[in-house]
């Protein structure tokens, strides 16, 4: 069965330190995605990063990267230098596209939270 | 959000009262999704539509009912909702392409806080 693992339910980092959010999943198919979505107190579910089960390389996006380890089937999202704002949970999520359409399987979650 | 919008916001329903989730989105996309999320459960799909006229159960449809009344949008329908209703629920549309992907990612709609008493 796909299932997205995130074992981290809290975190927390000083302010301009990077962190690192763990994520497993565990999948048959040979083509998925794999993303990560920031949520905020807010509570919108904002769209941060995205790597390509066939990418070879780890995909960055300013602060963010996805350190992506195939053989293991992890990919944990990266922060550098973090800031206050990005205190917020995070859900890492995989897509599957089966039964004739994409369908996005989340994690439980992690919350972040950045100290001054 | 990527041209997703929710309404309403906020509801607060007694027990078997029904309501009507609004959703529409304006990329010209073919599919559209409803989650749920509860909890320490992250988001779970509800039901999808891949084009407009088609709907397919996603993995916790029961108590739910939904109508893609045309492209834009994609209504969700609680007919006689329950305390395990309550959570928020969200909409989404696929990125760029708004056709079905592997790759694509889904942008999601703003929301809508539902509590069932």
């Known amino acids: 069965a796909q299932k997205i693992t995130q074992t981290q339910p809290g975190m927390f980092v000083q302010e301009k330190e990077a962190v690192t959010l763990d994520c497993t999943y565990d999948t048959s198919d040979q083509s998925y995605g794999l993303f990560w979505y920031k949520q905020p107190s807010s509570g919108e579910m904002i769209f941060l990063i995205y790597q390509g089960s066939y990418d070879e390389q780890n995909a960055t996006e300013g602060r963010y990267s996805l350190n992506f380890q195939k053989a293991r089937k992890s990919a944990n999202l990266v922060i550098s230098a973090s800031q206050l704002g990005d205190s917020a949970m995070y859900f890492c999520?995989?897509?599957?596209?089966?039964?004739?359409?994409?369908?996005?399987?989340f994690g439980a979650g992690t919350r972040l939270a950045v100290h001054p | 959000n990527a041209g997703v919008t929710q309404t309403p916001k906020f509801q607060v329903l007694k027990t078997g009262q029904s309501m009507t989730l609004q959703c529409a989105q304006d990329m010209n996309h073919n599919s559209m999704y409803w989650y749920r999320q509860d909890p320490g459960m992250g988001l779970r799909l509800i039901y999808y539509?891949?084009?407009?006229?088609?709907?397919d159960k996603g993995e916790v449809p029961n108590g739910y009912n939904v109508s893609r009344l045309n492209k834009r949008e994609f209504s969700l329908r609680l007919e006689s909702a329950a305390p395990s209703q309550t959570s928020v629920y969200f909409c989404?549309?696929?990125?760029?392409?708004?056709?079905?992907?592997?790759?694509?990612?889904?942008?999601f709609g703003p929301g809508t806080r539902l509590l069932v008493l």
């Open positions: 999520a995989m897509s599957s596209f089966s039964g004739g359409y994409n369908k996005l399987i």
């Open positions: 989404a549309s696929p990125g760029t392409s708004g056709i079905l992907s592997w790759g694509e990612t889904q942008y």
């Open positions: 539509s891949a084009s407009e006229g088609t709907t």
